[in-house]
């Protein structure tokens, strides 16, 4: 295997695919099925490969192997609109370079089936919602919500499928895939400064973090900021503005993330006290029971701080996913393959979600490394990978599959 040809066809797709601003490889849309037949058109090139896309237009490529039980090599073709260059891409053009080897290596057939997937929509970022195509074969797409998604354009998620030759209705049907699965493997750029702190190329993946996302609604009293007395007012955004710190000390004691990302006052002019403010939170963690212990003393901290300012407060649901582990044994498996390959290994969660997720909520044993991503940045035209660690990634990788292969066939 030459790592530098991946590198060149990354290079390759970003000319393809990518403009001034970045990747514009946004799922259902004319780039993305650009980029699609480019990635077809290379597995299609690769001796003794079976290439189909399935009912929820997942597109595979397959070695049949001298047994069915199968390694699945996952990525992502699709992007964020002005995205980076590498997310996604990456993990799919490696599982193309897997199979080349493979294929050259075994022109009879592997000991084992090996399949690469290109998951549709991981990103979900013309429709908001993300991991269509894994969600839909792991089988926890919800038909009803997908049902009800429009694009900015009022298009809907069922009429921008049926464009693309892909029933809605039918698309969970695709779970077949995975009948035969026994591993699944995935390579992501981390897109966190973890690894670049630690100056460190290459990762073992834990899992991905559970997710506790709410609205949190304070309720005070509209009154004039001229003529109200400081110590008369029901002041919603003070309540609200105490979580800020709050959050932060929460995640001292038990780690993982917490993020307040918006804020809405009413009736938001500047010569009212704030009635009503509403922030959302999201918190995130790969221990069940730390993330039950933020949402915990969140909930505790808002009724307190509400009733310091003479407020009331309410919380109410957007979103829960639980942290999700991936295999131990494969964890293992990464570790030696990346100090094979690098000398170092280091074990960390992920603290985005990703396709791999929904493979282990499948069933199938799982893991996912990670490569040094400079700047900690991804979903931005500056996302960016030193080459020699693209390498790296790339011959680590493969050894994984070498190894998980051994593995499957015990």
């Not at 946004?26 to 290379?42: E, G, H, S, Y």
């Not at 039980?69 to 897997?98: E, K």
């Not at 993982?256 to 918190?283: A, H, Y």
């Not at 909520?361 to 660690?389: C, R, W, Y």
Request: hydrophobic share 40%.
């Amino acid at each position: 295997m030459n790592p530098q040809t991946t590198i060149d066809e990354l290079k390759d797709l970003r000319e393809l695919t990518g403009d001034e601003n970045g990747a514009q490889r946004v799922a259902f849309t004319p780039i993305w099925r650009t980029a699609r037949k480019w990635l077809q058109d290379k597995l299609e090139a690769i001796p003794g490969c079976e290439v189909h896309r399935d009912a929820a237009g997942n597109l595979w490529g397959t070695l049949a192997g001298k047994k069915d039980r199968a390694l699945v090599i996952g990525g992502h073709i699709d992007s964020v609109p002005n995205g980076g260059w590498l997310d996604g891409c990456l993990n799919t053009l490696s599982g193309v370079a897997i199979l080349r080897r493979i294929a050259e290596e075994y022109p009879d057939g592997p000991p084992v089936t090996v399949r690469v997937v290109d998951w549709a929509d991981e990103e979900g970022a013309r429709f908001g919602k993300s991991l269509f195509g894994s969600s839909a074969c792991s089988g926890n797409l919800d038909l009803e919500e997908a049902r009800g998604l429009t694009d900015k354009d009022g298009i809907s998620l069922p009429d921008a499928l049926k464009n693309e030759g892909i029933d809605l209705d039918q698309a969970k049907s695709c779970g077949k895939e995975l009948a035969n699965a026994a591993a699944y493997q995935e390579l992501h750029i981390e897109q966190g400064p973890v690894l670049l702190d630690l100056d460190l190329p290459l990762g073992a993946v834990l899992g991905t973090f559970g997710v506790e996302r709410h609205a949190i609604h304070f309720h005070g009293q509209a009154a004039h900021s001229g003529s109200t007395p400081m110590n008369r007012r029901k002041d919603a955004f003070l309540a609200a503005a105490k979580m800020s710190p709050e959050i932060y000390a929460i995640t001292d004691r038990e780690g993982g993330v917490c993020t307040i990302g918006s804020c809405k006052t009413k009736p938001g002019i500047v010569t009212s006290v704030v009635e009503d403010c509403e922030i959302t939170l999201d918190q995130r963690h790969l221990d069940r029971d730390a993330l039950a212990r933020m949402l915990s003393q969140a909930m505790e901290a808002s009724e307190r701080f509400a009733a310091e300012a003479d407020a009331s407060v309410e919380w109410s649901r957007i979103w829960h996913i639980e942290p999700i582990l991936f295999d131990s044994e494969l964890i293992d498996l990464c570790d030696e393959a990346i100090t094979e390959t690098v000398g170092t290994s280091h074990r960390l969660p992920s603290g985005p979600l990703h396709d791999a997720a929904e493979a282990a909520a499948a069933g199938v044993p799982t893991i996912m490394m990670f490569v040094q991503s400079l700047h900690g940045i991804s979903h931005n035209k500056i996302e960016d990978t030193k080459e020699e660690h693209i390498a790296q990634s790339v011959v680590a990788f493969d050894k994984l599959a070498t190894k998980i292969m051994a593995w499957i066939e015990k």
